[in-house]
């Protein structure tokens, strides 16, 4: 068993090693201004005049990805913090991220993720216009609308090697970044 950790842990390191020299495969930016978001949960959005060009993009990243929603000023934390509180317990409300009762507020991170594949599906949830309530996402459609919250999605795709690691990225990014919703310590 020894010799199939170091085989293990040799093949991490080639993955990582990769990234170290290369980088991500590939980095996509989409700026959201949540007032003009519609109504999608009857319709698929990836259809929709507005949203088709971005979707289409989505749709071409296939690797693992880590991802964080970026706040545009002049939106406050403390408004975001307590319209996803109000929304959370708010009759038919879909899972949210948790609130850190401490945290960062000069953070200018929203959230921080990773997904291993479908991505596009991923931005749909945070959008809010997946019909699975239970599945946890910012769901900015639903309170971030009257805000007029601007959010800018960040996003770097990985090698499909890269599946199993893209959680460490995830939260070492987090800790950087300092994400005003999420559980990562």
């Not at 989409?30 to 319709?43: A, I, P, R, Y």
């Not at 880590?66 to 409300?93: C, G, H, M, Q």
Request: with cysteine.
């Amino acid at each position: 068993m020894t010799e199939e950790i170091k085989n293990i842990a040799s093949g991490l390191i080639s993955h990582l090693q990769s990234v170290k020299n290369k980088g991500a495969k590939q980095y996509f930016q989409h700026d959201f201004d949540c007032s003009f978001f519609q109504d999608w949960n009857l319709t698929d959005i990836r259809d929709s005049d507005e949203h088709k060009e971005v979707f289409k993009k989505l749709g071409l990243i296939t690797g693992p990805v880590v991802y964080w929603f970026e706040i545009i000023p002049p939106t406050s934390n403390e408004d975001i913090r307590k319209l996803i509180s109000k929304y959370k317990y708010s009759e038919d409300a879909k899972s949210v991220p948790a609130l850190k009762k401490k945290y960062f507020k000069e953070s200018t991170a929203l959230y921080v993720g990773k997904v291993k594949r479908n991505f596009w599906g991923r931005v749909i949830q945070h959008l809010g216009y997946y019909h699975v309530k239970r599945t946890q996402g910012l769901q900015l459609y639903h309170w971030a609308k009257n805000l007029g919250l601007k959010v800018r999605l960040h996003a770097y795709e990985f090698e499909p090697d890269m599946e199993d690691l893209v959680s460490i990225f995830e939260l070492k990014l987090a800790r950087i970044l300092k994400p005003i919703t999420g559980k990562h310590s």
